[in-house]
């Protein structure tokens, strides 16, 4: 007589749990998501949730990091210090453009959406990951246009907020890219206004 064996549930992943609920988090905001939701997209229970990543927000930032990890715009790359400024900053509201509206389903810069949760701590864990990509993008232009830096990186800041907010409204990557070119066509008159200024 054979005695039949109880298959053992696999072990939990908690990176891909991670991933799945970044898709989530990404989709839906950080204060639409709930933990029945979440543990229904992991397929876990809620004690084994808190057990796993501590809170809802503390998973939240978790799936932020990852998203800044692998979905983040190559500051970098884009800021080059031999690229003439205007250039750049166009480049990165066109990119941006692109990423933000590529994904039907995931619109938008998911750590830009985070800082609008009413969440404290959601709201502060994102505003915390997005400090870094601002910083860079002030320390560019002030390297390249010192006296009106503050001002340039508000308005390069400003548009890709309303870049991420547009998009998550639905509005196609078509016309945010042509919205981001004419936002690097300004930047072109700021930058000649500056240089011309300086002659």
Same mark, same amino acid.
Do not use: W
């Given at each position: 007589?054979?005695?039949?064996?109880?298959?053992?549930?696999?072990?939990?992943?908690?990176?891909?749990?991670?991933?799945?609920?970044?898709?989530?988090?990404?989709?839906?905001?950080?204060?639409?998501?709930? #933990?029945?939701?979440?543990?229904?997209?992991?397929? #876990?229970?809620?004690?084994?949730?808190?057990?796993?990543?501590?809170?809802?927000?503390?998973?939240?930032?978790?799936?932020?990091?990852?998203?800044?990890?692998?979905?983040?715009?190559?500051?970098?790359?884009?800021?080059? %210090?031999?690229? %003439? %400024?205007?250039?750049?900053?166009?480049?990165?509201?066109?990119?941006?453009?692109?990423?933000?509206?590529?994904?039907?389903?995931?619109?938008?810069?998911? #750590?830009?959406?985070?800082?609008?949760?009413?969440?404290? *701590?959601?709201?502060?864990?994102?505003?915390?990951?997005?400090?870094?990509?601002?910083?860079?993008?002030?320390?560019? #232009?002030?390297?390249?246009? %010192?006296?009106?830096?503050?001002?340039? *990186?508000?308005? $390069?800041? $400003? *548009?890709?907020?309303?870049?991420?907010?547009?998009?998550?409204?639905?509005?196609?990557?078509?016309?945010? $890219?042509? *919205?981001?070119?004419?936002?690097?066509?300004?930047?072109?008159?700021?930058?000649?206004?500056?240089?011309?200024?300086?002659?």
């Amino acid at each position: 007589m054979e005695v039949s064996q109880r298959k053992r549930r696999p072990a939990f992943d908690r990176e891909e749990g991670v991933a799945k609920a970044q898709a989530l988090f990404h989709a839906r905001g950080y204060d639409a998501v709930s #933990i029945a939701d979440l543990t229904s997209e992991l397929g #876990i229970n809620p004690p084994s949730l808190y057990a796993a990543y501590g809170s809802k927000a503390e998973l939240f930032e978790r799936t932020m990091q990852r998203h800044a990890e692998n979905s983040a715009l190559p500051l970098a790359r884009i800021l080059s %210090p031999e690229r %003439p %400024p205007a250039e750049a900053l166009a480049a990165l509201l066109v990119a941006a453009a692109r990423q933000y509206g590529s994904d039907p389903c995931l619109r938008g810069c998911m #750590i830009t959406e985070g800082m609008r949760a009413d969440d404290e *701590t959601a709201r502060r864990a994102a505003e915390s990951l997005g400090r870094a990509g601002s910083d860079a993008i002030y320390a560019y #232009i002030a390297s390249k246009h %010192p006296t009106r830096a503050r001002q340039v *990186t508000d308005y $390069v800041l $400003v *548009t890709l907020r309303g870049l991420s907010s547009f998009a998550c409204m639905g509005l196609s990557q078509k016309r945010l $890219v042509e *919205t981001a070119r004419i936002a690097g066509r300004a930047l072109e008159v700021e930058f000649q206004e500056q240089s011309n200024a300086f002659e």
